[in-house]
T-cell receptor, first 117, second 112 residues
Framework: GAGVSQSPSNKVTEKGKDVELRCDPI?????LYWYRQSLGQGLEFLIY????????KSGLPSDRFSAERTGGSVSTLTIQRTQQEDSAVYLC???????????????FGPGTRLTVL | KNEVEQSPQNLTAQEGEFITINCSYS?????LHWLQQHPGGGIVSLFM???GKKKHGRLIATINIQEKHSSLHITASHPRDSAVYIC??????????????FGKGTHLIIQP
């Protein structure tokens, strides 16, 4: 595709339910990043994939959060037993590859707005 | 842990004014990003730089690695420049921590 796409664009769920958020990176991009933008908190890093492996999971806020990436392409961020504080915009970004230089420039998707009631 | 500070948090200016947004960070980085976010919109990467200066149209970004400081300038500002501008620092790769650390953003309003 022409850019990073995410689905759904909006998700409203009830507290305690599980949700899955999907990211389709730019074709050929090996690095994929998940970020969260909470109201009043700014943007924060969640997890990074190089290919299908996640060398950096340091930003995941709790063990209710997990992510996987298959085929070096699509990634899914899963939040189990959602809480109201999980309400945020979840952003995905991809880059051609990690490392220095132009190839590391990250391109952002439009985000998924998650609201937990 | 890298701390990224931006200033000002909010800026209102008149059309045509020269705008400067500042960003400082606490540890060495491999690159610094300037991002733009319009209300309700996605994030667009404006610049990624690791040294010196870059220019795109009316936007200029500079970085001083020794002083751990970057600035984003907008010349001849226009109401369509109104947005949140976010500075984000990328650590050195190889340690596994490749995620960006973000400043809290500068909310810019350009009045006609």
């Amino acid at each position: 595709g022409a850019g990073v796409s995410q689905s759904p664009s909006n998700k409203v769920t009830e507290k305690g339910k599980d949700v899955e958020l999907r990211c389709d990176p730019i074709s050929g991009h090996t690095a994929l990043y998940w970020y969260r933008q909470s109201l009043g908190q700014g943007l924060e890093f969640l997890i990074y994939f190089q290919g299908n492996s996640a060398p950096d999971k340091s930003g995941l806020p709790s063990d209710r959060f997990s992510a996987e990436r298959t085929g070096g392409s699509v990634s899914t961020l899963t939040i189990q037993r959602t809480q109201q504080e999980d309400s945020a915009v979840y952003l995905c970004a991809s880059s051609l590859r990690p490392g220095s230089g132009r190839s590391n420039e990250q391109f952002f998707g439009p985000g998924t707005r998650l609201t937990v009631l | 842990k890298n701390e990224v500070e931006q200033s000002p948090q909010n800026l209102t200016a008149q059309e045509g004014e020269f705008i400067t947004i500042n960003c400082s960070y606490s540890v060495g980085i491999s690159a610094l990003h300037w991002l733009q976010q319009h209300p309700g919109g996605g994030i667009v990467s404006l610049f990624m730089l690791s040294s010196g200066k870059k220019k795109h149209g009316r936007l200029i970004a500079t970085i001083n690695i020794q002083e751990k400081h970057s600035s984003l300038h907008i010349t001849a500002s226009h109401p369509r420049d109104s947005a949140v501008y976010i500075c984000a620092a990328r650590p050195f790769s190889g340690g596994g921590a490749d995620g960006l650390t973000f400043g809290k953003g500068t909310h810019l309003i350009i009045q006609p």
